[in-house]
């Protein structure tokens, strides 16, 4: 991942963590607490735990891949 774009998905994953249950145009949902979040062709996929409240980031990469 190139560090311009490293460093944008950084400040979205932030900004999410900081209230998942914003309305972020960068981010959906795919129900279950689970989602994307997306920057240009990167994704980051994760799910959150309502129990303590923690979003966990547990894939980050090209939408080509990703997913698979």
Do not use: C
Not at 26 to 52: E, M
């Amino acid at each position: 991942m190139p560090k311009h774009d490293a460093k944008a998905m950084l400040e979205k994953l932030y900004l999410f963590a900081a209230d998942p249950y914003a309305r972020h145009p960068w981010a959906k949902s795919f129900g279950d607490g689970a989602g994307r979040i997306r920057h240009g062709d990167w994704r980051a996929l994760y799910p959150i735990d309502n129990g303590v409240m923690t979003v966990t980031i547990t894939q980050v990469g090209n939408r080509r891949e990703v997913y698979r």
